[in-house]
Protein backbone atom coordinates (compact mmCIF):
# COMPACT_ATOMS: atom_id res chain seq x y z
CA UNK A 1 0.00 0.00 0.00
CA UNK A 2 1.06 3.79 -1.01
CA UNK A 3 2.02 5.11 2.15
CA UNK A 4 -0.53 8.67 3.11
CA UNK A 5 0.69 11.97 3.18
CA UNK A 6 -0.89 12.94 6.73
CA UNK A 7 0.66 9.90 8.29
CA UNK A 8 4.27 11.45 7.83
CA UNK A 9 6.35 12.44 10.57
CA UNK A 10 9.06 15.19 10.42
CA UNK A 11 11.61 13.91 13.63
CA UNK A 12 13.91 16.28 12.79
CA UNK A 13 12.79 19.61 14.33
CA UNK A 14 11.56 17.67 17.44
CA UNK A 15 13.14 17.75 20.60
CA UNK A 16 14.65 14.38 22.31
CA UNK A 17 11.96 13.23 24.64
CA UNK A 18 8.33 12.08 24.50
CA UNK A 19 6.02 13.04 22.03
CA UNK A 20 2.17 11.87 21.37
CA UNK A 21 0.80 11.74 18.11
CA UNK A 22 -2.72 11.42 17.13
CA UNK A 23 -4.24 9.82 13.88
CA UNK A 24 -7.36 9.21 12.01
CA UNK A 25 -7.68 6.02 9.60
CA UNK A 26 -10.91 6.37 7.85
CA UNK A 27 -12.06 5.24 4.12
CA UNK A 28 -9.03 7.13 2.72
CA UNK A 29 -6.95 4.79 4.50
CA UNK A 30 -9.29 1.56 3.73
CA UNK A 31 -9.48 2.86 0.18
CA UNK A 32 -5.25 3.18 -0.11
CA UNK A 33 -4.69 -0.25 1.51
CA UNK A 34 -6.78 -2.09 -0.55
CA UNK A 35 -7.34 -5.33 1.43
CA UNK A 36 -9.86 -7.28 0.19
CA UNK A 37 -10.71 -8.36 4.12
CA UNK A 38 -11.09 -4.94 5.05
CA UNK A 39 -14.32 -3.20 3.86
CA UNK A 40 -13.55 0.21 5.66
CA UNK A 41 -13.63 1.22 9.73
CA UNK A 42 -12.82 4.04 11.94
CA UNK A 43 -9.74 3.51 14.33
CA UNK A 44 -8.25 6.28 16.41
CA UNK A 45 -4.02 5.41 16.89
CA UNK A 46 -2.08 7.38 19.35
CA UNK A 47 1.33 7.30 19.11
CA UNK A 48 3.97 7.94 21.63
CA UNK A 49 6.81 8.93 20.01
CA UNK A 50 10.19 8.70 22.03
CA UNK A 51 13.40 10.34 20.47
CA UNK A 52 16.97 9.96 21.66
CA UNK A 53 20.15 11.17 19.98
CA UNK A 54 20.17 7.13 17.89
CA UNK A 55 17.10 6.08 18.24
CA UNK A 56 13.37 7.02 17.50
CA UNK A 57 10.95 4.73 19.34
CA UNK A 58 7.09 4.89 17.91
CA UNK A 59 4.90 2.90 20.07
CA UNK A 60 1.20 2.60 18.45
CA UNK A 61 -1.83 2.01 19.74
CA UNK A 62 -4.79 1.31 17.38
CA UNK A 63 -8.62 1.10 18.83
CA UNK A 64 -11.53 1.12 16.47
CA UNK A 65 -13.63 -0.60 14.48
CA UNK A 66 -12.71 -2.12 11.25
CA UNK A 67 -15.79 -4.19 8.73
CA UNK A 68 -15.15 -7.45 7.61
CA UNK A 69 -17.00 -10.28 6.16
CA UNK A 70 -18.90 -12.83 9.12
CA UNK A 71 -16.98 -16.63 8.71
CA UNK A 72 -20.55 -17.62 9.25
CA UNK A 73 -23.23 -15.87 7.54
CA UNK A 74 -20.58 -13.73 5.28
CA UNK A 75 -23.07 -10.82 5.75
CA UNK A 76 -20.94 -7.56 6.82
CA UNK A 77 -19.70 -7.44 10.00
CA UNK A 78 -18.23 -4.25 12.29
CA UNK A 79 -15.58 -5.64 14.53
CA UNK A 80 -13.60 -3.68 17.68
CA UNK A 81 -10.18 -4.08 17.59
CA UNK A 82 -7.43 -2.87 20.08
CA UNK A 83 -3.90 -3.63 19.35
CA UNK A 84 -0.50 -2.16 19.84
CA UNK A 85 2.84 -2.14 17.33
CA UNK A 86 5.95 -0.92 18.57
CA UNK A 87 8.45 0.41 15.52
CA UNK A 88 12.20 1.62 16.61
CA UNK A 89 13.87 3.34 13.95
CA UNK A 90 17.82 3.88 14.46
CA UNK A 91 19.39 7.05 13.19
CA UNK A 92 22.24 6.37 11.99
CA UNK A 93 22.69 4.86 8.80
CA UNK A 94 20.85 1.51 7.06
CA UNK A 95 24.03 -0.77 6.55
CA UNK A 96 24.76 -1.66 10.33
CA UNK A 97 20.61 -3.02 10.52
CA UNK A 98 20.24 -4.33 6.95
CA UNK A 99 18.13 -7.76 7.65
CA UNK A 100 17.02 -6.88 10.75
CA UNK A 101 13.01 -6.40 10.37
CA UNK A 102 12.73 -5.27 14.08
CA UNK A 103 14.79 -2.00 13.21
CA UNK A 104 14.34 0.57 10.37
CA UNK A 105 17.96 2.11 9.82
CA UNK A 106 17.43 5.87 8.89
CA UNK A 107 20.31 7.45 6.48
CA UNK A 108 21.79 10.80 8.39
CA UNK A 109 20.00 13.21 6.03
CA UNK A 110 15.87 11.61 6.47
CA UNK A 111 14.30 13.63 8.46
CA UNK A 112 10.69 12.16 8.52
CA UNK A 113 9.49 8.82 9.17
CA UNK A 114 6.10 7.66 7.83
CA UNK A 115 3.67 5.73 10.07
CA UNK A 116 1.30 4.35 7.52
CA UNK A 117 2.63 0.75 7.35
CA UNK A 118 3.19 0.24 10.92
CA UNK A 119 -0.35 1.22 11.33
CA UNK A 120 -1.26 -1.02 9.04
CA UNK A 121 0.67 -3.78 10.40
CA UNK A 122 -0.72 -2.83 13.89
CA UNK A 123 -4.45 -3.12 12.52
CA UNK A 124 -3.64 -6.61 10.47
CA UNK A 125 -2.16 -8.00 13.69
CA UNK A 126 -5.24 -6.82 16.03
CA UNK A 127 -7.83 -8.49 13.61
CA UNK A 128 -9.46 -11.99 14.90
CA UNK A 129 -8.32 -15.19 13.96
CA UNK A 130 -12.39 -15.99 13.50
CA UNK A 131 -14.99 -13.41 13.05
CA UNK A 132 -18.61 -13.97 13.48
CA UNK A 133 -21.06 -11.51 14.12
CA UNK A 134 -22.21 -12.32 18.17
CA UNK A 135 -25.02 -14.95 19.06
CA UNK A 136 -28.26 -14.15 17.30
CA UNK A 137 -26.54 -11.38 14.65
CA UNK A 138 -26.13 -13.42 11.75
CA UNK A 139 -28.13 -13.26 8.57
CA UNK A 140 -31.29 -15.24 9.82
CA UNK A 141 -32.03 -16.45 5.67
CA UNK A 142 -28.14 -17.92 5.98
CA UNK A 143 -28.79 -19.15 9.62
CA UNK A 144 -32.20 -21.01 8.42
CA UNK A 145 -29.86 -22.48 5.08
CA UNK A 146 -27.28 -23.73 7.17
CA UNK A 147 -29.58 -25.23 9.71
CA UNK A 148 -31.55 -27.00 6.83
CA UNK A 149 -28.25 -28.18 6.14
CA UNK A 150 -26.58 -29.86 8.95
CA UNK A 151 -30.43 -31.47 9.21
CA UNK A 152 -29.59 -32.91 5.81
CA UNK A 153 -30.59 -37.12 6.25
CA UNK A 154 -27.94 -39.36 6.55
CA UNK A 155 -28.02 -40.40 3.23
CA UNK A 156 -26.46 -37.70 1.65
CA UNK A 157 -23.51 -38.43 3.94
CA UNK A 158 -20.70 -39.56 1.24
CA UNK A 159 -19.47 -42.24 4.19
CA UNK A 160 -23.19 -43.75 4.31
CA UNK A 161 -23.49 -43.69 0.07
CA UNK A 162 -19.88 -45.51 -0.17
CA UNK A 163 -21.46 -47.92 2.63
CA UNK A 164 -24.84 -48.34 0.91
CA UNK A 165 -23.36 -48.63 -2.54
CA UNK A 166 -21.05 -52.02 -1.01
CA UNK A 167 -24.85 -53.17 0.41
CA UNK A 168 -26.54 -53.06 -3.43
CA UNK A 169 -23.40 -54.99 -4.56
CA UNK A 170 -24.84 -58.06 -2.64
ZN1 LIG B 1 -22.71 -13.64 10.75
Known sequence: MDALKEHTVEFA??????HDLHF???????AAAADEELHGGSCAVAVKLDKNPNLLVADLHL????????DHCNAPLDHPVDGRLRQVYHLNGRQRFDGDDDVIGLDPDDHAIQLTHPMYECLRLALPARRVHPPGGCDPAVDAILDHQRGTPAGNDPRWSALNAL????
Open 167 to 170: KDKR
Open 63 to 70: VGSVRLDC
Open 24 to 30: TLDDAFF
Open 13 to 18: GLKDGL
